[in-house]
């Protein structure tokens, strides 16, 4: 369970949330709400542990994530909105090369299998930068297929998907929410997702 009390964020003078508080059982969703530049990716991010709130503690399955943040991190598949994808490579090499450097190798067959099933087929070897923003996007999506992680933190997924890749990416996540998994996503799209939680900053 990821549970959340009492954080506070503060960007410059100005508090984007304060004093906020939310568990998320494990088989359940969340979904972060609120208008632009409410604090949305910045939760997301002080989830993750890439940015640190003023305020507030957040424990995983019990235990504070700052005691422990690689056992948290080894849980945890983080995929922002502004993703890095390095220009040069190709969808291929950019899931190798990322997923190896988290210490997950992931062998070129499995990585090819998770390209076709996000319709990447004759993409592969194809540098990124000659890719389309939805292109980019379901390279990113990969990772949902090859990194093991119990809790996902999504910001933005939906974004320049065609409808077929929404509907694959709406299965997958509820797939990985019946084996078990949990899930915290914004987005401004219409979702097919079973009901789940909401907090609206």
């Known amino acids: 369970m990821l549970s959340v009390s009492h954080l506070t964020c503060q ?48 424990t995983w399955n019990g235990s504070p994530v700052r005691e422990d943040r690689e056992a948290f991190h080894a849980d945890l598949l983080y995929l922002g909105h502004q993703g890095a994808l390095k220009e040069e490579l190709t969808p291929l090499e950019n899931l190798t090369l990322s997923l190896g450097m988290e210490g997950f ?18 993409r592969e070897h ?14 990113l999506l990969c990772r949902l297929l090859l990194r093991p992680a119990r809790l996902w933190i999504l910001d933005e997924p939906f974004t320049a998907l065609d409808v077929h890749a929404i509907g694959f990416l709406s299965r997958l996540i509820e797939t990985h929410l019946r084996e078990g998994g949990s899930a915290v996503l914004t987005s ?14």
């Open 105 to 122: 190798n992931v062998s070129e067959d499995a990585a090819m299998q998770a390209l076709h099933q996000f319709g990447l087929h004759g």
């Open 11 to 58: 960007r410059g003078e100005r508090v984007l949330f304060q004093d906020l508080s939310f568990e998320l059982p494990e088989s359940q969703w969340l979904q972060i709400a609120g208008a632009n530049g409410a604090g949305k990716t910045s939760l997301l991010r002080i989830l993750s542990g890439l940015s640190e709130p003023v305020d507030g503690r957040i």
């Open 126 to 139: 194809l540098p990124v930068r000659f890719l389309s923003a939805g292109q980019r996007r379901r390279v």
């Open 188 to 201: 401004h799209q219409s979702m097919t997702l079973p009901p789940g939680l909401c907090v609206t900053l």
